[in-house]
């Protein structure tokens, strides 16, 4: 039987940190504040790859990528509205593995692993396991596509679709390629970022296959985050057709300022990314930390608006359980 040997992304994804002593170790901070934090850690565990450790500055406990990824004492907080399903996704779930919220999309719990784990997410506590289909329980989706030509657009979503193999992912798309109606491949991911090396040849096999117009909707919150491997991902993923698309939380502590989001806007653009969305914190229980209030962020786009052209300044936005879209703010 042939030996399958798993991609280099891969190798990173199952040698990414996954203890929160290590990643103060390595990043040559004291851990003396884990105590607090180990409830943050046992309910959402630590999840840092070495690609993305790579980017954070040794000693400094207010690293903005480190203060995305590392768990906090705040996490075990009670505080009034922030719970376990913010946008009370389960309600919306006509079929194991999908979500149908918005009229003309649907979008695929693809796969339920994330090559980083986001202390904000506000997906921390989503019931992965209960909507991660077999590939028969697929079938039922495909069928909810197939049997509503209103939807022209599917978007892979998770946890993170690309942490799905490429033999999983050509699979599905080549079915999605077959339903007719469909117009739009949407793809939301932290992978290019976390792990550069995602977008590799295999990757980039089926992605260049589909008749499908192909959108990538990238998830960084700092300019830092963009070293020379991602504006390099980003080249490839544009070479293969696919429109480049970047949404961002508003993060106390990581991107809370004028400078910070008007570096991050100029970075991205740099490496052929549209700024698109900045979303306000969603309310999941563990993040409250994270908020900015609804004043201070308007007033920080206003700032953007002053300092950068109109295509560089992302849409306010917050996702409202239930509402047609998200809501601008
Ligand atoms: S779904 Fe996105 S934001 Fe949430 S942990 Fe995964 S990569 Fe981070």
Known sequence: MPVILPSAWQAQLSGAIRDPRELCRRLGLDDSWLPGAEHGHALFEVRVPEAFLARMRHGDPDDPLLRQVLPLAAESEVVPGYVADPLSEADHTPARGLIHKYTGRVLLITSPACAVNCRYCFRRQFPYEENTPSRSQWETSLEHLSGDTS??????????????????????VERLDAIPHLKRLRIHTRLPVVIPDRVDDALLEWLGATRLQKVVVLHINHANEIDDAVVEACERLKAAGVTLLNQSVLLRGVNDGVDALAALSERLFEAGVLPYYLHVLDPVAGAAHFDVPDEEARGLVAGLRDVLPGFLVPKLVREIPGGASKAPL
């Open 151 to 172: 939807i022209s657009e599917a978007i892979l979503s998770g946890g993170d679709p690309l942490a799905a193999s490429d033999r999983q992912l050509a699979w599905l």
